[in-house]
């Protein structure tokens, strides 16, 4: 079985994905195109792609894309990715403070909702979650009555 070319004329490289040498794939990968050059194609982490993908129909907005194994929701954010829940907060509310963690007061790591995230330690978020599995978080709001 003979070794296969890169389909790009005049092109003798040989292939390395979806029929293309691997410089023509990495132009089409970085530029949309196996010939193409100039921008690099940039993902959308706009506000707009953001919010379409909450389901704000109840209490908790919740996070209708990729989730990680604990199902906290994942997004691209200033060229990297991170946590769903972190992105809604520092969109409505500012930083989240030096050395603080963002608490979700609803206990459902799926929603962004930022009325229902609060910035807490770690040590008060992990006492917050060993107080409890099932139950709101003490805080106002959630509190049982």
């Known amino acids: 079985m003979g070794s ?3 389909s790009v004329d005049s092109c003798d490289g040989l292939v390395s994905k ?3 040498c691997n410089r023509h794939y990495l132009r089409w990968y970085r530029h949309g ?3 193409g050059g100039g921008t690099e194609r940039v993902l959308d982490d706009s506000p707009g792609r953001f919010w379409s993908k909450v389901d704000k129909s109840g209490d908790c907005w919740l996070w209708t894309a ?3 194994s604990r199902g906290y929701g994942v997004t691209w954010s200033d060229g990297a990715l991170g946590l769903a829940h972190r992105r809604s907060y520092t969109d409505a509310k500012g930083p989240i403070p030096d050395g603080m963690e963002l608490d979700h007061l609803c ?3 799926a929603c962004v909702n930022p009325d229902h995230l609060e910035p807490v330690s770690h040590r008060v978020n992990v006492a917050r979650g ?3 599995k099932g139950q709101p978080r003490s805080s106002g709001r959630f509190a049982k009555v």
């Open 4 to 6: 296969r070319t890169c």
């Open 18 to 20: 979806r029929g293309w």
């Open 33 to 35: 195109h196996p010939l």
């Open 66 to 68: 990729a989730t990680n």
């Open 107 to 109: 206990r459902t790591p």
């Open 130 to 132: 060993m107080a409890g």
